[in-house]
Structure formats: structure tokens, C-alpha cells
């Protein structure tokens, strides 16, 4: 598979791709799951959909996988899942303009309704 090349997966319902670090082959492959593209694109896709957007935007999944493999450690040749989280941090939609933490925030309610 070639260093951008991705290939659906019916049996897995996701795409796949070859993982790189840099030009160095990590030796795993990346899964996408379509439930994943369902948030960056906003409808239900298909597999077709799914490969398009991926090669529109092949340099962010790469990043995204270099940005968890070391937030995780993740070992050479271990493979791994993106999710629309690790994603979309990668094409910069969870960061604001000046790069001041994450667009999301959560709020902690208490059990004392």
C-alpha cells in the first residue's frame, strides 16, 4: 500500500490505511470505522464517501496517527483506530483561531438533582 493509499473495508465497515511516521513505515495499519466519517461529514456515508474524503484530507489522517501514537505510545507495528475526535484535532476544527485549547468543553453535574 502506498504512503497515502486507503482501501473500505465491508467486512470492518471502515477504511484502512498504512501507517507512516515521517517516510518510515510503522509497520500497522490505521482503521477508520464509517460511524467516524458520519461526524466530519455530516450524513451517513458510504464507503466511496468515505475513501474521498480521506484522500481530500490524507496528510490530517497522518497526523492524527503520529499525534496518538505518541499521546498512547503506541508500539511499531501495533495498529490502531482513528476516531472523528483524533481527526478532526488533526485538520485543527477543535482548535481556536490563537490555538488556545479545545473549542469543547465539559461540564461536571452533580448527582443531586
Known sequence: MSKM??????????????VFLDTEDHGAACFVHR???????GSDP????C???YETNAEAFQKAVRAKIDR????????????SRDIRR???ALV??????????????SGNG
Open 5 to 18: 493509499a486507503a482501501i473500505w473495508r465491508d467486512d470492518l465497515d471502515a477504511l484502512s490505511f498504512a
Open 35 to 41: 460511524r467516524a466519517f458520519r461526524i466530519l461529514i
Open 46 to 49: 458510504v464507503g466511496a464517501d
Open 51 to 53: 475513501l474521498f474524503y
Open 72 to 83: 498512547q505510545s503506541i508500539p511499531q507495528g501495533r495498529s490502531l483506530n482513528l476516531n
Open 90 to 92: 488533526a485538520l485543527g
Open 96 to 109: 481556536p483561531a490563537g490555538g488556545q485549547g479545545q473549542v469543547k468543553s465539559c461540564r461536571v453535574l
